[in-house]
């Protein structure tokens, strides 16, 4: 089946060791999203690749960075983590960016920060 | 930017009855989306409906766009639809890409 999957499901790093987080796709999409959610809060975009381009949203902090090798791999980094990072981190897809576009979403990595 | 706010916050269910989730926001969207979030994360797509009525089995929606709200009921709840239900749009001023979550609604199906 075609699918966001995202790797590892749970993740626990140390304060301001740096992580990478993994999400790939079989659906063969052009845009991928990453999300921060945080507990009993709704996921909030950090930024997304539409092919190669990088579009960040305006208030993701500097301690994120992200990477797209190819259409199918894409990465989050994050280069200092803080307590306050410590979340559920959401990969999603689609085929392109419209209005009318459904975003398809992976299971999560689940971030602990000690 | 937009407001998206749902009712009720939090809901419990005994297995088998019926419920009915609001979103409201608070100017015109292009795309309007409802999510179950599973207990587990996993976010799930349920329906695409900038607006009018659509149907898949137990669950159904409907959303009027004119009056700015959208409706997800909810038919014989069983266990399985526990989980935070999300409403999510794209306000027709914004960039396309950026979808603005609402406050979600938290229910729980007891047997």
């Known amino acids: 089946d075609a699918m966001v999957i995202q790797n590892p499901r749970y993740q626990v790093t140390q304060f301001g060791k740096p992580v990478t987080l993994s999400c790939s796709q079989t659906?063969?999409?052009?845009?991928m999203y990453w999300y921060q959610q945080k507990s009993s809060q709704a996921p909030k975009l950090l930024f997304h690749?539409?092919?190669?381009?990088?579009?960040n949203e305006a208030d993701t902090p500097d301690n994120f960075q992200s990477r797209r090798p190819n259409t199918s791999f894409c990465f989050l980094d994050i280069r200092s983590p803080g307590l306050g990072d410590a979340a559920m981190y959401l990969c999603?897809?689609?085929?392109?960016?419209?209005?009318?576009?459904?975003?398809?979403f992976g299971p999560g990595t689940r971030l602990l920060v000690l | 930017g937009i407001q998206v706010e749902q009712s009720p916050p939090d809901l419990i269910l005994q297995e088998g009855a019926n419920s009915t989730l609001r979103c409201n926001f608070s100017?015109?969207?292009?795309?309007l989306q409802w999510f179950h979030q599973n207990p587990w994360g996993q976010l799930i797509n349920l329906f695409y409906?900038?607006?009018g009525t659509k149907q898949n089995g137990r669950l159904s929606a409907t959303t009027v766009a004119t009056e700015r709200y959208s409706l997800l009921y909810i038919s014989s709840s069983q266990t399985t639809d526990s989980g935070v239900y999300f409403c999510?749009?794209?306000?027709?001023?914004?960039?396309?890409?950026?979808?603005?979550f609402g406050t979600g609604t938290r229910l729980q199906v007891t047997l």
């Open positions: 659906l063969n999409h052009n845009v």
């Open positions: 999603a897809t689609s085929r392109v960016v419209a209005v009318g576009e459904t975003q398809y």
């Open positions: 999510a749009v794209l306000p027709e001023t914004g960039t396309a890409s950026k979808l603005t």
């Open positions: 690749y539409y092919d190669k381009d990088f579009n």
């Open positions: 100017d015109s969207v292009n795309n």
């Open positions: 409906i900038p607006s």
